[in-house]
């Protein structure tokens, strides 16, 4: 089998491999990719400070035409990428094509944000002084992702970092390690010049260390587990560098008395459990006033009852299963910890099997939960979510924001005064309103607050207040 090697300096590197596996199919092996070592990644960071001055001042057309030959190609292989997605994460074949369309919309936007590149010339408080304000690339910028979104986190990272002229090492999740090769591949095509992109697969705690403990970083995005961002965070102060993170959420959706209900199910059952519920804006706390409290939980388990958990690729599938072993493990335990704390198990809990061998795991739903329970206060992130009864809007707003998590909230309601009201107070980042809590725009601004995230926003044209460094320059007239 072909080892999917390592990028570093522009030249395909390293023997060692690991097996990235199908959870769909655990005996189907999807590729071999390279297990990088601390070397690896010390030689792609040095790469990248070597390519940094020459890229940083390298035309915009050249960034341009770079990451729009990259969108354009992500879009015609659509199809091809997307079923790489599905057989790696296990999200269906439908959501790993929506989820490869966007790296590309998101390739494409970048493009055309590297021609929008400006600066402002002010004038000085003080006379025959003028005041210029650009923004400069940062250097050296470390990309470090989890495994949910393969193709999109690593693609909203990556374009933006080259689009502000930096370099970058990018450390993909050891368990999808496909489509970040994939999208390696095709900008390496695309004509970058060596060493601007270096992608070295293998462990956290051995890549993703090497590139903590580098002075040379010198900023590091990254997206995954609120522990894991801890330990960015403090290595990053220890280097005075930039950093950027996003992590977990227990993401609130308030369903009240006045909602359309067909709205409100749906938006719940697809924030829930679709993507097996492995969306950093899943919603897991169902946040119900008493009057359709009922109503809801039959229409919603009656929903759950008609969605199909199967083989990521098999047509008419809705769920996939779980990513691994580990992953179905903490839901097993969290559904255990949930029936112990009290809460009812209103439908599912149950592994399943299916024709091949896979990690597959029934919807899971509990009522009687209370917000105090740990199924409601810990992320989960699997297909488990708690149905939370409150008595009115004002109990449910108070509910949804005692949280330590802050990424997304949703409102089900058909009262202009009770949305407007929530998406004022609501303490998320992201707002939404008779809509899932997952399923975002490309081209503005993602991020959360409180445990959820830390530092700059990402995507859209707010992505440059990372990916860059503001300049402010006096000249004398
Ligand atoms: P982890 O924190 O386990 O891993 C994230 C990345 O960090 C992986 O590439 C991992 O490598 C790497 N890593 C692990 N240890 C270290 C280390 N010591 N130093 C540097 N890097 C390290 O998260 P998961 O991959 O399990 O992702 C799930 C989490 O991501 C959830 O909490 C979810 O909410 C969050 N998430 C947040 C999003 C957001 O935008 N807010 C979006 C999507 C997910 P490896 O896996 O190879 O060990």
Redesign the pocket.
Known sequence: MTIYQNLIAGEWVGSDATKNINPSNTNEVVGLYADGSTEDTKNAIAAAKAAFPAWSRSGIWERHVILKKAGDEIMARKDELGALLAREEGKTLPEAIGETIRASQIFEFFAGEALRLAGEVVPSVRPNIGVEITRDPLGVIGI??????PIA?PAWKIAPALCYGNTVVF?????VPGCSWAIVDILHRAGLPKGVLNLVM????V???A??DSPDVTGIT????????R??AAASIEHNRKFQL????KNPMVVLDDADLTVAVEAAANSGFFSTGQ???ASSRLIVTEGIHDKFVAALTEKLNMLVVDDAMKPGTHIGPVVDEK?LKTDTDYIEIGRKEGAKLAFGGELITRETPGFYLQPTLFTEATNQMRISRE?I?GPVVSVIRVKDYDEALATANDTPFG?SAGIATTSLKHATHFKRNSEAGMVMVNLPTAGVDFHVP???RKA??YGPR?QGKYAAEFYTSVKTAYTLA
Do not use: D, Y
Not at 144 to 149: A, D, G, S
Not at 202 to 205: A, M, P
Not at 246 to 249: A, K, P, Q, V
């Open positions: 470090i992702t989890p495994w949910n979104f986190i450390k993909p999740a050891e368990l293998g462990k956290g705690s890549v993703g260390q590139m903590l990254f997206t995954g587990s609120t522990g894991t961002g330990r960015v996003e992590m977990g959420g969306r950093c804006t992953q992320e992130f990424l993602f991020g959360g959820s995230s990402e």
